[in-house]
């Protein structure tokens, strides 16, 4: 039961996270949004340390964790660029469905077929997962651009191997060290990316640190949580319940853009809800 409470929230937080990590972007471009949401999360959780503490852990966590960063970091650059290519529709619900299925394969082969009740969960909510992403012509549109699906597959990859390995590196206890040697991993990744690309660091608009701060916060949050879900139940429910972000972003734009949600979408959010009471059960 708590195991599931905390992937429900690890979705809201990261829901929440890349509903401001959008915001942010539109003011200042996604590079920049996604390196200084990393800087100022990692800089939270050295404070957190610093407060709390925490043991140094193993160097197999510290690799573990810091793959984990790198693969989902990489997961979101190819995600990113499959936007720019004019594939938003079909790359959001494509990523997500792959990033939620890959860490079930790997539950059922490590912890062994979950409850019945749980299984069918895992359907309504990878069902959730693809009709909460798609605008109104999404699912033609998917059809459509089947051939262009090999960036949102390479970004789910990246996504699924990061719940998988997360999970590994914390299933010892340890939270906040990982995430710090995760965000390592992350930035060093999206810092050769910026390097390379000859992309600017500058921000020009100052009213954008307000929301890559908030952004920063949130998706530690999410990470906290997810975390926290995947060390008191199993890897799959964990990563299944946090995939379900894209239903919290959706609602956020409607309620603050005011962004009209398709009938797929509202369909997509029951979907979820039963999803979470069938794997609470």
């Known amino acids: 039961m708590l195991s599931t409470f905390f992937g429900f929230c690890a979705a809201l937080g990261w829901g929440a996270g890349d509903f401001t990590g959008g915001l942010a972007a539109r003011k200042t471009g996604a590079y ?3 390196f200084y949401g990393e800087v100022i ?8 340390i610093a407060v709390f503490g925490e043991p140094i852990p193993s160097p197999r966590v510290w690799m573990f964790a810091m793959l984990a960063g790198a693969l989902g970091t990489l997961g979101l650059i190819l995600l990113y660029h499959s936007m720019t290519l004019g594939l938003m529709s079909i ?18 082969f490590k912890e062994g ?52 390995l997360m999970h590994e590196a914390t299933r010892a ?35 954008a640190w307000p929301i890559i701060t908030l952004n920063g916060i949130l998706d530690i949050s999410g990470n906290v949580f997810f975390i926290l879900a995947g060390q008191l139940g199993r890897l799959d429910v964990a990563a299944v319940l946090s995939s379900l972000f894209p239903g919290a972003t959706v609602l956020l734009a409607w309620v603050f853009l005011k962004e009209r949600l398709s009938r797929s979408q509202w369909l997509g959010i029951g979907s979820a809800l039963i999803a979470i009471v069938l794997m609470t059960l």
């Not at 790359?91 to 059922?108: E, K, Y």
């Not at 798609?134 to 651009?145: A, C, N, P, V, Y």
């Not at 991993?185 to 050769?192: E, H, Q, R, Y």
């Open 173 to 207: 206890g340890a939270t906040i060290w990982p995430m710090v040697a995760s965000r390592s991993g992350g930035l060093i990744l999206i810092t050769a990316y910026m390097l390379l690309s000859h992309t600017s660091w500058k921000v020009e608009d100052p009213s």
């Open 41 to 48: 999360g990692i800089f939270v959780l050295f404070v957190t």
């Open 113 to 164: 077929l979950p409850k019945p009740l749980t299984f069918i969960g895992f359907g309504f909510a990878l069902i959730a997962v693809w009709m909460v992403s798609q605008g109104e012509d999404g699912i033609k549109d998917t059809l459509s651009h089947l051939s262009d699906l090999k960036l949102p597959l390479l970004a789910g990859i990246g996504f699924g191997c990061y719940f998988v």
């Open 91 to 108: 790359a959001a619900p494509v990523s997500a469905l792959l990033a939620a299925a890959l860490p079930v394969v790997v539950g059922m």
């Open 32 to 34: 920049r949004a996604v």
